[in-house]
């Protein structure tokens, strides 16, 4: 009877002890950085996007079983946006639902852009992002659905 009772007290002790431990999500922080970030891109305001990118940013690309570093700091990332901007085949994003988990934000992004028939063209992707220190650190893009 006391082994269980010391189990039963143990454990509620542990349990009690991870539950302090755990810090609100504060959503509203990752969606603004977020959010941020895509008006920035749909302006194509390469300097506001560099604003919000953490000088370590990775950006990833998930297909299958295989990630690729599409893009690594800060340099690479604003190098690449700058040039896709530019270009005649950008797209203009939205945020189509959100979650967040700790320093995750998961959405799906809807990509959409002139058709050559004159209609609106759009694909959709879920993106995970990483947020450190109010800036985004890592982004994780899998493979585009129609």
């Known amino acids: 009877m006391k082994i269980s009772t010391r ?15 755990i810090k609100p999500v504060e959503q509203h922080d990752e969606n603004a950085i977020i959010s941020s970030y895509t008006k920035a891109y749909n302006d194509r305001d390469i300097t506001a996007m560099s604003a919000l990118m953490h000088s370590d940013i990775q ?3 998930v297909e299958g079983d295989q990630i690729t570093v599409v893009a690594d700091g800060k ?5 690449q946006m ?6 005649p085949t950008a797209t203009t994003s939205t945020l189509d639902g959100s979650i967040a988990d700790g320093p995750f934000f998961a959405v799906r992004e809807i990509a959409s852009w002139p058709g050559a028939d004159g209609s609106t063209a759009e694909q959709s992707a879920l993106a995970i992002y990483e947020v450190s220190d109010g800036l985004i650190l890592r982004v994780w893009y899998y493979p585009a659905t129609q």
């Open 7 to 21: 189990v039963i007290a143990a454990t509620a002790f542990l349990g009690l002890a991870g539950c302090a431990s």
């Open 59 to 61: 950006w990833l690309s």
């Open 75 to 79: 340099v690479d990332l604003v190098a």
């Open 82 to 87: 700058t040039d896709y901007v530019a270009s």
